[in-house]
């Protein structure tokens, strides 16, 4: 039987049909038995199909550039 740390490792590929029939057999069956990894599996695909509805932007031709720039200017770390 599968745990919850399974199926939440799994979930992607459960979710895109990557699995193999006996893997997604103990997915499913978690499921069924789980209402937590039903939960946790439900809000997954919710997210999954809202972020596919959002439009694509593409992001400014210097933000590689000024990110860079950025990063430089940092203080270093210093040890705790």
Known sequence: MLTCR????????YMEGHLSPGARLRVRLHLFLCSM???????LQKTRRLL??????TPPADLEARLIETAVALPPDRPG
Do not use: F
């Open 52 to 57: 596919r509805g959002l439009p694509l932007s």
């Open 37 to 43: 990894c039903r939960a946790y599996i439900d809000q």
């Open 6 to 13: 399974d199926v939440t490792e799994l979930a992607t590929d």
